[in-house]
DNA sequence: GGAATAGTGTCTGTTAGACAGTATTGG
DNA sequence: CCAATACTGTCTAACAGACACTATTCC
């Protein structure tokens, strides 16, 4: 049947046909952890891709894993209903937040017919472990996502869309900048490769640091960082030799397989 | 509200809260058309990039062109609806058929609360034309996306649609293989840099065939076609001097920012 | 021969990749 | 001095970009 066809025969206020019975949107909310290593002098941090998880406690799936999430209103777009739970969920707002994509395969949902939209947020590590203490209404639990994906039972399809959701944000780390959401105004190429590696364990450049600052053609993605005077900043916060600190324009460079 | 909560006082049966009135998954129908130019001798047709409209017929938007599409049932995901419109449109399956978001803002649609989903495919040339000629009951045009975004008037947020869906074939065009769904199984590198252009017309290489076939990082993308006997097979279709002809092969690299 | 497409030659400067070596500084 | 990170030197092969040049074939 067309779409005018069954628009024509539905009318304009009856309800003819079944209409779904709640359009959610559900936040996977990835962080990065840095811990501490125990070394005998300043070293890099370790980091941890984690994602935050509440642990339900209804039906269905009750005590299971789940995404954050929440139904979306009638006055208000997907992605407005996807801002407002990542608000609620993380009192912080402004953090990056991006489609993933639609999940609606019949009897994901055993309460009914329930398409769910998925987004994904990459939020600052402080945000979500001060909500994970301060809230005693709900469990929520910081995972990283090899133990989210491998050895937890999530609820609903959530397994399905965390492992979507990886799979993007591995991608967006090397197509797009978004490195920059999990990293100070100001950083160094170390963190930088860190941060890279972390995301994209796959990713493995011998000679980053030459490539990002020498080559004409990535030129524009990164530039150093001066004072009032024109001098280079330095930061030795992560080694004993000061490294020069760096940070992302605005400019993503267009790749294609072609050239 | 949380998730949770919502859930549990929604409870398992009652229609405690609004829910959408349709969730339509709307088709970007895009093909690529070859038209001869009259030349002295053998050459490579010209190409549009084409996009398939339906003139509505009634309220709302009646008179305008709009994308086609149709409502989702509940015994389906939102796939299965794109690609069952998909081949009630074109009397065709099997065709490239992408996800490409979803339309949620509050007073889209002047029926209700309608949440679409937009899709994209690519469909050949003469399957959209057949249809063009044999469908009575609809309206059908076929337009170049440039036309249909800058004369046409679309109904309801379509143009966002169609120009969010040029954006992404474009970025598909020059991150994937996609290239090859405008293609027959064996081609010339003329052929392809054609097709590359008429969708990004950015894309220029000067030197497009040597890069192509003699630098080591693209190797795998494409390979040539040869013959039982291991003869390179050749065609001159489109030139006096006959071409190298070549298909793809399962492999698309992965690009990076950094390296 | 002319037209149209399909390549190849050639040159210069840039980049990739590997790996060794030097620089800086707190402990 | 040692450890840890931050670079720089160096060398070779590969690649990019520009542009001239040759190749093939039908008309």
């Known amino acids: 049947m067309s779409k005018e066809q069954e628009m024509d025969s539905r009318g304009n206020e009856?309800?003819?046909?079944?209409?779904?019975?709640?359009?959610?949107?559900?936040?996977?909310?990835?962080?990065?952890?840095?811990?501490?290593?125990?070394?005998?002098?300043?070293?890099?941090?370790?980091?941890?891709?984690?994602?935050?998880?509440?642990?339900?406690?209804?039906?269905?799936?009750?005590?299971?894993?789940?995404?954050?999430?929440?139904?979306?209103?009638?006055?208000?777009?997907?992605?407005?209903?996807?801002?407002?739970?990542?608000?609620?969920e993380t009192g912080v707002d402004g953090s990056h937040l991006e489609y993933l994509g639609v999940y609606s395969k019949p009897g994901r949902d055993p309460r009914g017919w329930i398409i769910s939209h998925a987004f994904f947020?990459?939020?600052?590590?402080?945000?979500?472990?001060?909500?994970?203490?301060?809230?005693?209404?709900?469990?929520?639990?910081?995972?990283?996502?090899?133990?989210?994906?491998?050895?937890?039972?999530?609820?609903?399809?959530?397994?399905?869309?965390?492992?979507?959701?990886?799979?993007?944000?591995?991608?967006?780390?090397?197509?797009?900048?978004?490195?920059?959401?999990?990293?100070?105004?100001?950083?160094?190429?170390g963190e930088l490769y860190q941060v890279i590696q972390t995301v994209v364990p796959d990713f493995a450049e011998l000679n980053f640091i030459r490539k990002i600052t020498s080559t004409r053609s990535r030129q524009g993605i990164l530039e150093e960082v001066r004072d009032e005077n024109g001098k280079p900043m330095l930061s030795n916060q992560y080694s004993q030799r000061p490294a020069q600190l760096y940070r992302f324009t605005d400019f993503t460079p267009q790749l294609s397989i072609y050239t």
């Open 121 to 189: 947020a990459l939020v600052e590590e402080w945000v979500l472990e001060k909500r994970q203490s301060a809230d005693d209404a709900q469990e929520v639990g910081l995972f990283t996502v090899k133990e989210a994906l491998e050895e937890l039972d999530l609820a609903f399809d959530h397994r399905e869309i965390l492992a979507d959701a990886y799979l993007r944000i591995q991608q967006q780390m090397l197509h797009t900048t978004i490195a920059k959401q999990f990293l100070p105004p100001h950083f160094t190429l």
């Open 14 to 88: 009856g309800k003819k046909y079944r209409t779904p019975d709640g359009i959610p949107a559900d936040i996977v909310m990835f962080t990065l952890t840095r811990q501490e290593r125990k070394a005998s002098t300043k070293s890099l941090p370790r980091f941890d891709l984690k994602v935050m998880l509440i642990r339900r406690r209804s039906w269905p799936f009750a005590g299971a894993w789940a995404l954050p999430g929440g139904f979306s209103q009638e006055d208000e777009s997907l992605f407005e209903t996807a801002r407002r739970e990542l608000k609620e």
